[in-house]
Nanobody, 135 residues
Framework: QVQLVESGGGSVQSGGSLRLSCAAS????????MGWFRQAPGKEREGVAV???????SYADSVKGRFTISQDNAENTLYLQMNSLKPEDTAMYYC?????????????????????????????WGQGTLVTVVS
């Protein structure tokens, strides 16, 4: 069973940076789609960035060029480096994972644009870490 624990959230000034970490266990990175999702108050959960293994990544348009997702497979840790943060980035950020094989069974690929119902599409979730960007 995949277990995920996020850390690294906090409050930062607009234009600042944060790095989120997700310690993962119980999975094989080559077989899993892993990513970061966020949910702002009153809004639906949305994809931020995902990695399909072997460095294949995809990003939401709103964060392209500002956020970078990466994996340290030796440490079983997923990261999200967030630069040039904006107040609209304020949200609870979640780390999530799901089997790529299972996604394909449902006709999905490990891409932000495919994972439109992330809580349904991916079955392992962390508890979330809050990011607040103040102007």
């Amino acid at each position: 069973q995949v277990q995920l624990v996020e850390s690294g959230g906090g409050s930062v000034q607009s234009g600042g940076s944060l790095r989120l970490s997700c310690a993962a266990s119980g999975y094989t990175y080559r077989s899993y789609c892993m990513g970061w999702f966020r949910q702002a108050p009153g809004k639906e959960r949305e994809g931020v960035a995902v990695v399909a293994g072997a460095g294949v990544t995809s990003y939401a348009d709103s964060v392209k060029g500002r956020f970078t997702i990466s994996q340290d497979n030796a440490e079983n840790t997923l990261y999200l480096q967030m630069n040039s943060l904006k107040p609209e980035d304020t949200a609870m950020y979640y780390c999530a994972a799901g089997s790529k094989e299972e996604l394909r069974f449902w006709g999905l690929e490990c891409r932000v644009s495919d994972l439109m119902e992330p809580e349904k599409d991916l079955d392992a979730w962390g508890q979330g870490t809050l990011v607040t960007v103040v102007s």
